[in-house]
């Protein structure tokens, strides 16, 4: 079929069943949680047995991943970014069903993190493995994997802009403007999937009940500053659980159980955190949340006003701690739902608490539905996405102007305290992916290994000047390392500088090669990345320069005419899908 078609037409092919492929798995992932959810439901043989599910989840969890994917998966959205920085675009065919398996049990047994990062990381690796087959280059792989995520997310959502936009804002750092229309194919192929398939009551959509008036944009621009602050609060607290869990020295299992009971002290207190909770989050987001389920009875104590406002309070500021413990505790999932969940809790929160003022009155649904998008915002860096994705499952744009107030005042105060999102910071400052800097990102698809020149010859430090005219004689480099005898770098000799004394014959049996050699003004070691490699050219101002193991061992020599020959090659690949090939 290739051959028949233009290199543009075969890529919206590919792109079509990678929408259709990323749709269909994403539905099925939807429905397989919503009918775990039920099923739970339905066998509850009390009023708590629910609390038992998420340690039955982690566990099977813990399971499952030890003994069909050896003890470690990748997971999320940091996973995909990865593998476009570091390994040109290739995602393991296992990433197409792992975090479907792994995810469905974590969130339709209670975990209480979403399913939007599995299925980016799902929809991504059918992208890429749709490319792979079809033997597409390294530019038309990343758009695949971007296909992918976007088509995912817009059959869960049933947003089709907002899919695109989220591949374009998170997943592709820099955008040809003929990547949208695969992308948009995709998307409505996703979409497509999901308006076929699923009912009216898995879809994630909501009616406005009132317009947006001018007169609360104070209030917006005070939520929007909340709302920064409160992601912020969510990505440490998060992160903190997480790590804390994560590092417990103990067995996979019991650190799963205890994970799974902890869970169940927090959602004793707090149950609308069990799960993804988007069933709440619609009754909050309606503005018709009036009573709260208190199995403490502490908060009946302050009356039913007052003990809502302290009880959602309560929900958001628990959230980061219930996903961190489930993902700390071998769970899978991500935390695009969880910001989603917690950003309308505080939008109910904060009308709630403006409306106890008897000259106020501020409509609780529309602050909630904006007060999701700022804190997506603020927790998963993208803006856009957040405010497209609330317009499309509000079903218009009326709330355009304050999702844009409170988003952008979110993501500000975010990137203010920090650069990176929490899910990427120590990758990115790793260099392990790829930023918005443009140079950054091309030496970070650079491996050194695939620069290195081994083909240099060395001569032990101990040999006379003959021998290394012997060596020369066989030689076509300018260049030769010098090593002890156990191989251990010593130093180098550059041909030019022994010039004069290949034609001294009487020298060769006199002059040590210990007395030619000259250190070298940097050393580098094989596992140093290429942001440091281009550091130590700048500084020394050579042209060479020496790779070592960590034992001492030379390697091969680095050029950085090679480096930035390659350097040029790259840049000059990225060009438009409807250039000619």
């Known amino acids: 079929m290739r051959h028949q078609l233009s290199k543009v037409q075969y890529i919206m092919v590919i792109a079509t069943l990678t929408g259709f492929a990323s749709g269909l798995l994403a539905v099925l992932l939807k429905i397989m949680v919503h009918y775990l959810q039920h099923w739970i439901k339905e066998k509850q043989v009390s009023e708590f047995a629910f609390l038992l599910f998420p340690a039955i989840g982690l566990f099977l969890a813990v399971l499952i991943i030890n003994l069909f994917f050896k003890r470690h998966i990748e997971k999320g959205i940091a996973m995909v970014l990865r593998a476009i920085a570091r390994k040109s675009s290739y995602i393991p065919l296992n990433h197409t069903y792992l975090h479907m398996i792994t995810s469905s049990i974590t969130v339709g047994l209670g975990g209480s993190v979403g399913l939007e990062a599995p299925i980016v990381a799902t929809g991504s690796a059918v992208g890429s493995n749709l490319a792979r087959v079809s033997d597409l280059n390294y530019q038309e792989r990343t758009l695949l994997i971007a296909c992918g995520a976007a088509a995912g997310i817009a059959a869960v959502f049933n947003a089709p802009i907002a899919g695109v936009i989220f591949a374009v804002e998170v997943l592709l750092t820099e955008t040809v403007v003929s990547y949208f229309i695969p992308l948009m194919i995709s998307s409505v192929a996703g979409v497509l999937c999901s308006k076929i398939i699923l009912h009216e009551n898995f879809l994630f959509n909501f009616a406005l009940k009132q317009t947006f008036d001018y007169r609360n944009v104070p209030y917006y621009i005070l939520l929007g500053i ?46 609308p955190l069990f799960g993804e909770g988007y069933g709440s989050v619609k009754t909050v987001a309606d503005g018709s949340l009036s009573t709260f389920t208190d199995n403490t009875s502490l908060l009946a104590r302050l009356g039913s006003n007052w003990g809502i406002i302290a009880f959602t309070a309560l929900i958001f500021l628990f959230k980061p701690i219930a996903a961190g413990i489930t993902i700390g505790s071998g769970g899978n999932g991500g935390n695009f739902a969880p910001s989603l969940f917690s950003g309308a809790y505080l939008g109910f929160f904060f009308s709630k608490l403006l409306n106890n003022m008897p000259w106020l009155k501020i409509p609780v649904g529309n602050f909630s539905l904006v007060g999701m998008a700022g804190v997506l915002s603020g927790v998963m860096y993208c803006p856009l996405t957040a405010i497209f994705l609330i317009a499309e499952i509000t079903n218009g744009y009326e709330l355009f102007i304050p999702l844009m ?115 070298p003004p940097a050393l580098l070691y094989n596992d140093q990345d290429m942001h440091y490699v281009m550091e130590k050219f700048d500084h020394t101002q050579s042209w060479y320069l020496p790779v070592l193991s960590r034992d001492g061992k030379f390697i091969g020599f680095i050029s950085k005419t090679k480096l930035f020959n390659k350097y040029r090659e790259i840049l000059s690949s990225q060009v438009d899908l409807y250039e000619e090939e």
């Open 226 to 271: 909340l709302a920064g602050f409160v992601s912020l609060y969510y990505a440490r607290v998060y992160k903190a659980t997480e790590k804390k869990i994560h590092h417990w020295k103990m067995n996979a299992y019991i650190k799963a159980i205890i994970g799974g009971c902890l869970l169940l002290a927090i959602y004793f207190v707090l149950p």
């Open 405 to 519: 107030i409170v988003s952008a005042i979110s993501f500000f105060i975010v990137k203010s305290y920090e650069p990176f999102s929490m899910e990427t910071k120590q990758l990115a400052l790793e260099g392990q992916i790829f930023t918005q800097k443009k140079e950054k990102n091309i030496l970070t698809s650079i491996k050194l290994d695939e620069m290195l020149q081994d083909t240099y010859d060395s001569i032990s430090i101990d040999k006379k000047l003959g021998q290394l005219v012997e060596v020369i004689k066989k030689s076509e480099k300018n260049i030769f390392a010098v090593t002890d005898r156990n191989d251990r770098f010593e130093g180098f000799i550059e041909l030019n500088d022994v010039k004069q004394k290949l034609f001294q014959p009487e020298l060769f049996d006199k002059i040590t090669v210990k007395s030619l050699m000259k250190k």
